[in-house]
């Protein structure tokens, strides 16, 4: 099965892009509890993303395509696929929304074709819907057990819940089906969190360095983890890898969140904002700009935590749970309330297992003091050998779990 252009990067950046607490493709733009009406006219509220361009080209013509034949479902999968796309890109949820409604014809059929399983399992677990999403792919897989792309999404659907021995042994049933960087980066990914990170850089180190130099995408996604695996190991060489990501791709949304994380750590947050402030619409970025408002002592940073406050609350109201991490930070760090972030941190660590879903669960448990969260971070340190002394001295866990 030959994908259509970006469809591995798609799938296989789900690992990464979960971290922005909106399953695999982005931090998601919320409604403010109650409208704010602006103190003079000439005040800009949102830039909207231009509708012009090449994006928009190609979406006018998949759009045209799907409504052409509406039960062709090769043409109503690429076009569900191009406004995933533009969603992982933009930040913007409502293109989910659009993926969803151009599958509506299956949306709810448990035996639908095999390429609307994938993709509609996609879009679930941008969702957090991970037992639907496996249910899916797992459907797919049994129809079709050399489907690269099911088998990818599905590694990394495994690997966020923490399945990592499923998760990897689904990486190498790719070889033979996705070009071998996908397939060693995959294993790279699953080998960091489980005690393997030496052979993990070394896999990622020697693959990026076969890459040509166009492959843009394939190198940010790379050099993005390598950045992660540094970063959790307190490995200098972690800000050689986030720039280096960037430089492959400036408008990536996982790593802009991911670096600007470094920044704060290192007492960086002037350099937070530049890479932050661009796009107030998406929340992971939002709040890395109120940490950094806040630690260097900004008055913007009220308006930014009280922008948050309200998109917090609007997801509660819709009962939206995909926030609970990005939320559990903001009451630890931004809204003084220790309860309610290890609240939210033990809700979102039910779902998703994540190195980041563990440290604020750490973070959220210092604080509070609580043993049994301490406890449960301490045996996961334990259970899976993941490299990362930060958490670790934040529960007294031993020596075992640092480089």
């Not at 890898?241 to 960086?268: I, K, M, N, Q």
């Not at 039910?350 to 043993?371: H, S």
């Amino acid at each position: 099965m030959k994908p259509e252009p970006g469809s591995w990067r798609t799938a296989g950046r789900a690992i990464a892009a979960c971290a922005l607490g909106a399953g695999a493709a982005l931090a998601p733009i919320s409604a403010a509890a109650m409208p704010y009406v602006p103190a003079e006219d000439a005040k800009v509220l949102e830039r909207v993303p231009a509708r012009g361009g090449a994006q928009a080209r190609e979406l006018a013509r998949l759009r045209a395509a799907a409504g052409a034949v509406p039960a062709d479902v090769g043409a109503a999968v690429a076009l569900a696929d191009g406004y995933y796309r533009v969603a992982q890109r933009e930040g913007d949820p409502r293109y989910l929304g659009y993926a969803q409604a151009a599958l509506a014809r299956w949306w709810k059929d448990a035996d639908a074709p095999t390429a609307v399983l994938v993709t509609r399992a996609t879009i679930l677990q941008s969702s957090h819907a991970f037992d639907a999403a496996l249910a899916d792919l797992g459907r797919a897989i049994a129809r079709e057990p050399r489907n690269g792309r099911a088998l990818l999404v599905r590694s990394t659907v495994l690997a966020v819940q923490g399945r990592y021995a499923d998760a990897r042994a689904d990486c190498t049933r790719l070889f033979g089906l996705v070009p071998e960087f996908y397939v060693f980066t995959c294993v790279a990914a699953v080998d960091s969190l489980n005690g393997s990170t030496d052979a993990a850089v070394a896999t990622l180190r020697r693959e990026l360095a076969k890459l040509p130099p166009a492959d843009a995408d394939a190198r940010a996604w790379g050099e993005s983890l390598l950045g992660e695996f540094a970063h959790r190991r307190d490995d200098p060489e972690a800000e050689t890898s986030f720039r280096a990501a960037l430089a492959a791709d400036p408008g990536d949304l996982y790593t802009l969140g991911a670096y600007a994380d470094w920044l704060l750590d290192h007492g960086r947050a002037a350099e937070v904002l530049p890479l932050t402030g661009r796009d107030a619409r998406v929340d992971a970025l939002l709040l890395r700009t109120a940490l950094a408002q806040q630690a260097l002592g900004r008055p913007e940073a009220a308006a930014s935590i009280a922008t948050l406050r309200a998109r917090f609350a609007a997801s509660r109201l819709r009962g939206d749970t995909v926030h609970r991490r990005e939320e559990a930070r903001f009451a630890l760090h931004l809204d003084a309330n220790p309860a309610a972030a290890l609240r939210l941190a033990q809700e979102n660590w039910a779902v998703q297992r994540e190195p980041a879903d563990l440290r604020i669960l750490a973070e959220a448990a210092a604080a509070t003091g609580d043993a049994t969260a301490k406890n449960v971070v301490r045996e996961w340190l334990a259970q899976t050998r993941l490299e990362y002394p930060k958490v670790a001295a934040l529960t007294g866990a031993g020596a075992g779990s640092a480089r």
